[in-house]
């Protein structure tokens, strides 16, 4: 549940007696990079928003636009995610809204787990250490222990072939398939209320938490979502996607609507209708996957960009990965195996 802080701050204050015992999240609206985000549980820790009212009903002549104060959105804190390496990790995904008349939802079926570098505490006394709850970029940096040869970043389908591995093939592919309602339905509670523009498109971030029971939470959805880059790899991701992005909102090279998959975006909504790729070996959903015929024509263009880039900038500096995948919790690598996980059929180039 979310509350909109001091708007719904009475609304809010009836749910926190509800229940005792519960931690709580608090978001800056407008910001970005974890900046403002703390957790509570206590009412009398966000009182400020409480005595605001109060003077507002008295000064109700002052300038209200000085005296306003910042807004918040809170929500019940996630108390009991699922760890990888006793770690703490969230989801990054990228959806692409081509219209919202007829609403038309593409899923980039790339994306990246980023993990914390504190291990998970669910006691009260480390509400204060944000390195442990919030796994955005900017924060991990100040984590003791912060190596930036590794980054703390999985890419989606390495997470989804280890989770595979640990929960087993159809436990995930229902996580996979809940993800995209998910997003769905996140779409469908807004798109009436939004003005469309036949000439506009947006892209969204999309930040997903998986709790202990293998349930998605939507956490937030990101109308500005960063592209800057802290790896090789999370900056030929997001190369990519934008190159892709751009073939796709090419309408005059495609008849968009009638194109479920260009590049690595896949069609999951279209007018009124779920779309499901179904293949023969039995996949609901290309979330995670690669297509093989890609990868060679995708490393030779990257190549060449990146030398370009990183020659031209003193300021960017790429450090090399290895192909394995690093474990939060261990010291070492571990090579991960993915076949089931690649996409032989054509695609739209």
């Not at 300038?63 to 770690?87: A, H, M, T």
Request: with cysteine; hydrophobic share 35%; net charge positive.
């Amino acid at each position: 549940m979310t509350f909109v802080l001091p708007l719904e701050y009475k609304i809010f204050s009836e749910e926190y007696k509800k229940k005792s015992n519960r931690i709580w999240i608090m978001k800056p609206i407008g910001k970005s990079q974890g900046k403002g985000i703390f957790l509570f549980d206590k009412i009398s820790q966000i009182k400020d928003w409480n005595s605001y009212q109060n003077k507002n009903k008295i000064n109700d002549d002052k300038d209200k636009e000085k005296e306003k104060p910042e807004q918040y959105i809170v929500q019940e804190y996630i108390s009991n995610p699922l760890l990888i390496g006793g770690k703490k990790f969230d989801i990054r995904l990228y959806v692409l809204i081509l219209s919202y008349y007829p609403l038309t939802i593409y899923i980039y079926r790339s994306g990246f787990a980023r993990f914390s570098h504190t291990y998970f505490k669910n006691e009260k006394t480390n509400m204060n250490d944000v390195t442990m709850h919030l796994t955005n970029v900017s924060i991990q940096k100040n984590a003791e222990g912060y190596d930036d040869t590794v980054g703390g970043k999985w890419f989606v389908r390495e997470l989804f072939l280890y989770m595979i591995s640990r929960y087993g093939y159809e436990n995930i592919t229902i996580l996979i398939k809940n993800i995209e309602e998910c997003i769905i339905q996140s779409f469908l509670a807004v798109h009436k209320i939004i003005i469309n523009d036949k000439h506009c498109f947006e892209l969204y971030g999309f930040d997903i938490l998986i709790d202990n029971n293998l349930k998605p939470w939507l956490i937030e959805v990101n109308s500005s979502p960063s592209f800057s880059s802290n790896t090789k790899d999370d900056y030929t991701l997001k190369f990519n996607l934008l190159d892709e992005l751009m073939t796709l909102i090419n309408i005059e090279k495609y008849d968009i609507p009638q194109i479920d998959r260009i590049g690595d975006f896949d069609c999951i909504y279209r007018n009124g209708e779920k779309i499901r790729n179904l293949d023969p070996y039995n996949f609901h959903s290309h979330l995670g996957r690669a297509h093989h015929k890609k990868e060679k024509e995708k490393k030779k263009k990257i190549k060449y960009i990146i030398y370009k880039y990183n020659t031209s900038s003193k300021n960017n500096i790429f450090i090399p990965l290895q192909n394995n995948v690093y474990l939060p919790s261990q010291n070492n690598y571990i090579k991960l195996e993915e076949p089931i996980f690649y996409d032989n059929h054509n695609c739209t180039e």
